[in-house]
């Protein structure tokens, strides 16, 4: 099947199931009724040979398609109007200090319920209002201490109200203690081990809370060093044994195999990384995503480089499976580990999938 075929196939496949991820990236057009809508329509599916898509409703237009009265493609649709506005919640909670969000008055200045405001901010982001306020913080708070900032200045600089306030939620999303956090990880346990896998040498590192990174590479000794670097004063051990059952179900997810548990992790990201990363776990087995899909799906459409970048420095692979997002065409690309690595990994997923299905049909 070629790359264009692959393409009408996946966008068939999000009007048959109305997503509205897919709105304003595209329009489908009936020939029998020489109409065109929205992916998101809610009138009666047409048969697949009577459809055509296009990327612009100028371009339906321009092939002499008229618009839906019902769905009015050429609008900003449900989705995309939610999304405009939860963007400007984000750029209102992040500018508020601590103490001074109140759902209530975000809802008025935004023109929308408190209860509304909650349920569609945490419906597209991941997390609620407060979460993300909290996340901002934490961005500015984890800025200064990597700088090298006083743990007290840094504390008021990201807008804490005190410094109980900030130990309270930094030290389970820093994976340490601020302080330990600014010396680059001192008095901080990180266990790690290498072994050897189909892809490669294959590093996983982990603290008590859970994994933290999971690595690919030629050789051991560039793999040891780059933890070394991300965490320079910790103190680092090497420990096969006590890693062996979290290796395994990693090796487990390399062959192809749907895992047998989910796997805890202890990850330090901002509340954008964190989203996304939560619907690249969504990604079933064998399936991937465009860039620009995993934008789409997470409201903000206009955010498919970001999307690259959160994919990009995913510190855990296989476990936030990075390898199933693709191109806009379907190529495979961008893959911090290499891309035949990437390949390979997909390959050997659609193989165990074709493999279950050829078991169930028997």
């Known amino acids: 099947m070629s790359p264009e075929a692959q393409n009408d196939e996946r966008r068939w496949r999000a009007v048959m199931a109305r997503d509205a991820g897919f709105d304003g990236a595209m329009v489908f057009a009936v020939r029998s009724t020489g109409i065109y809508c929205r992916p998101s329509c809610p009138a009666r599916r047409p048969r697949r040979q009577n459809v055509v898509f296009f990327p612009r409703p100028e371009a339906a237009e321009g092939a002499g398609f008229r618009a839906c009265r019902r769905c009015r493609p050429k609008g900003p649709s449900p989705a995309q109007a939610r999304a405009a506005w939860v963007e400007d919640a984000c750029r209102r909670l992040a500018a508020q ?50 700088k090298g900032a006083d743990v007290t200045a840094a504390v008021y600089d990201a807008g804490y109200g005190s410094s109980s306030r ?17 010396k680059g990880g001192r008095g901080m346990r990180i266990a790690y081990t290498i072994v050897a896998s189909p892809l490669g040498r294959l590093l996983v590192a982990a603290t008590d809370r859970g994994i933290s990174a999971v690595c690919l590479g030629d050789a051991d000794t560039p793999l040891a060093a780059a933890l ?33 548990a989910a796997l805890p992790v202890d990850l330090r990201a ?89 078991i169930d049909k028997h």
């Open 270 to 358: 901002t509340a954008f990384q964190r989203r996304v990363w939560e619907e690249l776990k969504a990604i079933p087995r064998g399936q991937t995503r465009s860039y620009g899909e995993i934008a789409r799906r997470i409201g903000q459409p206009t955010a498919a480089r970001a999307v690259a970048r959160a994919c990009a420095t995913n510190p855990v692979a296989l476990v936030i499976p990075c390898h199933r997002v693709v191109g806009g065409d379907g190529s495979v690309a961008g893959y911090r580990w290499g891309v035949e690595r990437k390949r390979r990994l997909l390959e050997r997923e659609a193989a165990a999938n074709k493999r279950t299905r050829s």
């Open 166 to 182: 900030a130990y309270e939620g930094a030290s389970a999303r820093l994976g340490m203690t601020p302080g330990a956090y600014r």
């Open 228 to 260: 070394r670097e991300e965490y320079p004063a910790a103190e680092l051990r090497r420990d096969d044994a006590g890693l062996k059952t979290w290796v395994a179900s990693i090796l487990q997810r390399m062959e192809g195999r749907a895992p047998a």
């Open 97 to 146: 200090e601590e103490g001074r969000l109140r759902l209530a008055d975000l809802g008025a200045e935004l023109g929308v319920s408190p209860h509304h405001l909650q349920r569609t901010f945490k419906q597209l982001m991941g997390i609620t209002p407060r979460q993300y306020a909290d996340a901002v913080r934490l961005g500015v708070f984890r800025a200064h201490l990597r």
